[in-house]
């Protein structure tokens, strides 16, 4: 394990240690991480994998937006061409 990854680890653990959670609920986040982090994406950026754990972790968030609102805020939210000329 990288300095970084053994870091965002640790960081996760403090994180999940300080919250008012039942060790299953623990145990289950951890479980989706490694889903999540597995060898084949270990080059994703942090953003990225706090982004997917955010969206395991409050799964009944998650499904309580809009699709349809979603889409729209991304197909306005910028110009994602890229100029090859």
């Known amino acids: 394990m990288d300095p970084h990854e053994h870091k965002v680890l640790r960081t ?3 994180l999940l240690l300080t919250l008012p959670v039942t060790s299953a ?4 986040a951890f479980s989706k991480l490694l889903l999540i982090k597995s060898k084949l ?3 994703m950026s942090q953003e990225r994998l706090e982004a997917l754990m955010f969206c395991v972790a409050e799964k009944d ?6 699709t349809e609102d979603l889409v729209a805020k991304f197909a306005t939210a910028a110009d994602r061409r890229l100029d090859l000329g």
């Open 12 to 14: 996760a653990y403090q």
């Open 25 to 28: 609920g623990v145990e289950r």
């Open 41 to 43: 994406r270990t080059t």
């Open 61 to 66: 968030i998650l499904q309580s937006l809009s």
